[in-house]
């Protein structure tokens, strides 16, 4: 099978291209694939924003063990994660922020991240609601916690 097919118009002149089925045959092919492949992408895409979140409350706890250091306590659920960007009336002169280098993010998926102070099991909890924004679920709707 010729992957090009030539004409000869005159003497000098050729026209080459592809058959319109030489065309629907690679465009079946590259329908395929994409197939195939398309959805183990977009699968990918919820497990790097559950990991992404998880840096990010990584992060967080960091930068509150280190807010913990200067001021002698983690802040109050008032204060919230802002604390680490702005000192609170409380810290006083011991603060030595800010903590974060561009702010509280929100979660991968645009909620705010939940701080809650004394948690439910330690000093602080840091908490991600996921993908539908609620308490609760499984899979990329599952809560994300610092415990």
Aim: glycine share 12%; hydrophobic share 35%.
């Amino acid at each position: 099978m010729d992957v090009v097919t030539c004409k000869a118009t005159s003497r000098r002149t050729r026209t080459c291209g592809f058959t319109l089925l030489e065309l629907l045959v690679v465009i079946v092919i590259i329908g395929l694939l994409a197939a195939y492949v398309g959805p183990k992408y977009f699968s990918q895409l919820g497990k790097s924003e559950v990991t992404i979140a998880k840096a990010q409350i990584d992060a967080f706890e960091k930068s509150l063990d280190t807010y913990r250091l200067d001021v002698g306590r983690y802040p109050t659920g008032e204060e919230g994660l802002g604390a680490l960007m702005a000192a609170p009336a409380s810290a006083g002169l011991k603060w030595n922020g800010p903590y974060l280098k561009k702010g509280v993010p929100p979660d991968p998926w645009g909620h705010p991240y939940q701080y809650r102070s004394p948690g439910a099991q330690g000093e602080y909890e840091i908490v991600s609601f996921g993908k539908d924004g609620q308490p609760g679920g499984a899979g990329d709707n599952a809560d994300l916690s610092s415990l």
